[in-house]
């Protein structure tokens, strides 16, 4: 049984990486082209170039994880100790000094963010997802505390989008508003991680070789890649956060540039949010009635009919609202299935081949995430270049504006397509019984590890 407190203490970790990962994905690329005055072709590039080198990253910290042993466990000193230095690396990339010229400019924001994407976010998020499936081995209970973490995310997504320009803007619009609202995330994101440290607890502890600390690397590597289902949710994630990049890296110049108001960005944030935020507190129920897969194929269903609706009159901001209303109802489904399906490869995988590779599987995983929202981000960049973005122009030429409306709209339908057909193939839950026994059976679930 997990107690009221200890949720609350784990939903706080997404609080902590949200307030990272939203201002990342939706104002850096904004803040490059249109502050920075980087070029939005080199911008998206660099942003892609430091969440591809996740793919590097990732693995190599997944798997130091999975190696980790300490008196607080294997996942949460990692969780502890990458808050400050990503804190910092994150103040630097809205923090480009005015006075270096252009290649001092490009080098200073490629080092920064490649330092907190690639590196300390990469290390902070994969703990923080593990966390996950060593808290508890009950399907349920990682369903509920999913619920909690994405409530918790999808509020902070609510405020960082809703309140983040219009702070800049009251703090002057310049370089020292930019940095002194990353400054105050950035120490928010300390505080919460200590939170998540202090107030959960591992309990899931396999033992002999079912251990990740007893098996060779080779072992380790090998029982995630045999893993069929690996590649299906990796696959999710990658269209999911891609889908979720170019939405908020787009929807900046969207609401400025189609819409006509730069502001409006966080009334759509608003619309595709609250959906979501209402939604959440009914998935646990939802997903033990009708089960993951089916409520996956519903939400895609669902978003892209949310997508479709706004092409009838991309400038009309009622018609854009309601299509953002109904592509976060069908958001729900994902926002707390998609971590706790992780969960399920991560237990398939022990029951298969005898090897708990938490850290690893997570790592392998959130690559898809982490290419997602660099993809994202750096195919905004080259599609605004391509249809002749001019930063700061009054009004953009009819290219321009269609390279948004392109990206705003008919690509995230067109993803909305290939979540639902590797939905369709999900069909895990079909082991979860003898999944359940076999590690009821096999594997031991110790004392809490805390500290």
């Given at each position: 049984m997990i107690r009221l407190r200890e949720k609350l203490a784990y939903s706080a970790g997404d609080i902590a990486q949200n307030l990272v990962q939203t201002p990342l994905t939706a104002f850096l690329l904004f803040y490059l082209t249109d502050l920075v005055g980087i070029g939005a072709a080199i911008a998206g590039t660099i942003l892609l170039f430091g969440q591809l080198l996740n793919g590097l990253t990732d693995l190599v910290i997944g798997y130091l994880i999975d190696k980790t042993e300490t008196r607080w466990g294997k996942v949460r000193p990692w969780v502890l100790f990458t808050a400050i230095p990503m804190a910092v690396f994150f103040v630097m990339s809205f923090s480009v000094p005015a006075a270096l010229d252009e290649t001092g400019k490009i080098v200073w924001i490629a080092v920064s963010y490649a330092a907190v994407v690639a590196v300390f976010f990469t290390a902070s998020n994969i703990a923080y997802s593990a966390l996950l499936s060593v808290i508890t081995p009950d399907p349920r209970a990682r369903i509920t505390l999913s619920s909690f973490r994405f409530f918790a995310a999808l509020l902070t997504i609510l405020v960082v989008s809703s309140v983040t320009l219009p702070v800049i803007t009251a703090l002057g619009g310049d370089q020292a508003a930019w940095t002194t609202t990353a400054s105050i995330y950035g120490a928010i994101m300390v505080a919460t991680m200590a939170i998540v440290f202090f107030g959960t607890k591992e309990r899931v502890v396999p033992q002999g070789e079912h251990s990740s600390t007893a098996q060779p690397a080779r072992v380790l590597f090998r029982s995630i890649f045999r893993n069929k289902y690996f590649y299906l949710v990796a696959g999710l994630f990658v269209c999911f956060y891609i889908f979720n990049g170019v939405n908020q890296a787009a929807g900046v110049y969207y609401a400025s540039d189609v819409l006509g108001?730069?502001?409006?960005?966080?009334?759509?944030?608003?619309?595709?949010?609250?959906?979501?935020?209402?939604?959440?507190?009914?998935?646990?129920?939802?997903?033990?009635?009708?089960?993951?897969?089916?409520?996956?194929?519903?939400?895609?269903?669902?978003?892209?009919?949310?997508?479709?609706?706004?092409?009838?009159?991309?400038?009309?901001?009622?018609?854009?609202?309601?299509?953002?209303?109904?592509?976060?109802?069908?958001?729900?489904?994902?926002?707390?299935?998609?971590?706790?399906?992780?969960?399920?490869?991560v237990d398939y995988g022990e029951y298969r081949f005898a090897v708990r590779a938490d850290g690893l599987t997570y790592s392998a995983v959130t690559i898809g995430l982490k290419a997602g929202a660099g993809v994202g981000a750096g195919l905004t960049g080259w599609v605004l270049a391509a249809g002749g973005y001019t930063a700061g122009a009054q009004t953009q030429p009819d290219t321009a504006i269609s390279s948004i409306v392109l990206l705003y709209l008919v690509i995230p339908a067109v993803l909305v397509v290939i979540i639902g057909i590797l939905a369709s193939l999900f069909t895990i839950e079909k082991h979860g019984p003898a999944i359940r026994e076999a590690l009821a059976r096999d594997a031991e679930v110790e004392s809490p590890v805390a500290g």
């Open positions: 108001d730069a502001n409006t960005f966080g009334l759509l944030s608003i619309a595709g949010l609250i959906p979501v935020l209402v939604g959440i507190p009914f998935m646990s129920a939802a997903f033990r009635r009708f089960g993951k897969r089916r409520l996956f194929l519903i939400g895609s269903g669902v978003m892209l009919a949310g997508s479709l609706i706004p092409l009838l009159g991309p400038d009309n901001l009622v018609l854009v609202l309601v299509g953002s209303l109904i592509r976060g109802f069908g958001a729900v489904p994902f926002a707390v299935g998609l971590f706790a399906i992780v969960a399920d490869v």
